[in-house]
Every structure is written in C-alpha cells, then in structure tokens.
C-alpha cells in the first residue's frame, strides 16, 4: 500500500467509473486498475463491485474513509513542511459561482500573485450546492458559498449580506406610471416593494436568487410581466441597462460594474415583509484543515475584498 493508491481510489470512488476516473487524473486505466489491485491485496480483501456496476463493497467504504483522512494529513504535513522552510510554495484550491470569481479575482489576484508567486492556483466554478461537498472531500480549500446552512465539519464565515436591488431606467419607470413615477420613487427610496412596480416588465431569473425575489412576488399576490426568463443573472442586468425591462441585481453585481450603470438608472434597496433583502455569502473550510501562510493571506485579501464590497453605497434615485 502506498499513499498514491489511496488517492487513486479516493478519486475513484467519486467517479465509479474506471475511464472517466483514469482520464481525469492523467493516467492509464491499466494504471488506476493496478494501484485498486494492490490496495485489495493489501487488505487482503475486495473494495468494489466490478459488476453490474462498479460500487464499494463495505470494507471499501470504510477504506475510503481512511484514504480521505490519510489524504487530507498528507495535504496538511505539505503545507506545514513549507511553512517550516518558508518555500512560500504550494497549491490553493478555491471555488465558487462563475459570477462571483468574475468579480473577486481581480480584486485579489494581483496582490496575492505579488507575494506568493510560486503558489499554484487551482479554481472551480460551480454552484453553491456543489461546492460544499467538494469543500468536505478535500477537493477545495475555501469555497464561496450562498445561504448555506452551517455543517458540523466545517468553520463557516460570514463574507458579507449581500443586497437585491431593484434597478429601473428612469424612462421605463415613466413610461409605465406617468406622472406617478416620481412618488413611486420616493416611496421606494427607503426600500422597494414589488407591489408598486407591477405595471414594470421584468427579467426573472430560474435560480437561487430568482426563488427569493419570487418570494416577493408570491407576497404580494402579483404575477410579474416577464421580459425575459433566464438562469444567468448577467443576461438581466444587459437588458437592465438598455432600458427594456427592470431588473433585480445584488449589491456585489453593481459595485463590479460601477463605471458601466446607466445615468438614468434607479437603484432601490429591496424588501421582503418590510426588511431589506439579502443573500448571505459566507466563506466555508474544513475545521482541521491546516492553514499555511499563503492560505492565511488569501482569506485575508477575500475578506478586505468583500467588506470594501459592503460598504459601499449603491441606492440611488434619478
């Protein structure tokens, strides 16, 4: 038995697919088949099912529980090792939505790159309700995570409440309520509700967001004029800002395109049942995960990066 065999099987045991495993890692399906082999000889005792399908056996679900722990120490005594000859070297593996790297990478890769050159980069994008579980197979470090609920295994960090906004072109506003625009806009200034905007065409989104803001809609007891119907938020805030349809854009989406908003554009804090509505972004890792300097100073530029994001003020009113 040796420590590669362990990861080999771990990262089968994700797959249960020879090729797909083999091909992933770079190897050979004669290779991975090898290094399964050697582990069941050591052991002296069968891992999987080759048939019908693959599959652990018991003892291989208790084997891979030992290789997880066995490979997330390896990952840990590297990190420690060079932190004890300031190699300032290794691997950071960090996930999170498209969307959210998009606008957090820049911010801090620049800074990050600058003192530790010789660290590697590995990142994902995914959803929310992926990134957790490859959070807890030790696939990613640190993940950016949405309205999660606390696991045991994990320490779970508030980044920031990420607020909805209402955005309307000032010319759709006007169009769509004459001359009751302008107390609309008032009213809505220390927080909108749907249910003074239900003349507006809107874009709707089919994810996370797109359920709570059907929340307000579902409230209010008004089905919203749809414009447009998509699962990627940045297709809204377009249309937004060509003036054809309101949209709903949260706090972190606006500051990363603050050079671009529109001038006429109208930026009201939205409201739920009376409070603004938010979308909890917290940073998640695992407990025992060992943090090495380089992992220290990445959260650290995260967390500067989100609190400058915060604070900013973006409600505006035409």
Known sequence: M???????????????????????????QQTLSNHIQRLEDHYGTRLLHRKPALALTTAGEFVLGFANVVNKEQVN??????????????????????????????????????????????????????????????????AVTLNGEEHPRLVTQLLMDDQVYLCVADSLLKRCYGDEAENLKKRASGGADV??????????????????INQCFEAANIVPRAYITSTYTQVGTTVCFQRLAACFISQMSLVSQREEIPADL????????????????????????????????????????????ERVRMERMV
Do not use: W
Not at 108 to 114: C, D
Not at 270 to 277: A, D, F, N, T, V
């Open 266 to 309: 109208n930026i009201f804090p939205l409201h739920y049942k009376g409070q603004p509505l938010t979308q909890r972004l917290s940073l998640i890792r695992m407990k025992d995960r060992y943090l090495s300097h380089y992992s220290k100073f990445f959260l650290e530029l995260l967390f500067q990066y989100f609190n400058g994001v």
């Open 2 to 28: 040796d420590l590669t065999s362990l990861y080999y099987f771990s990262e089968l045991a994700k797959d249960l697919h020879m090729t797909r495993t083999a091909n992933r890692l770079f190897i050979s």
């Open 195 to 212: 249910k003074d905007f239900a003349k507006l065409p809107f874009c709707i989104f089919n994810n996370r967001m797109g359920r709570q």
């Open 77 to 142: 005594l590297q990190d420690i090792l060079s932190d004890i000859a300031q190699q300032e070297r290794g691997i950071l593996r960090f996930g999170a939505s498209a969307l959210r790297l998009n606008m957090c990478l820049p911010a801090v890769l620049p800074q990050f790159s600058a003192r530790y050159p010789n660290v590697e980069l590995r990142i994902t994008d995914t959803v929310t309700a992926r990134l957790e579980p490859l959070v807890l197979d030790g696939s990613l470090d640190f």
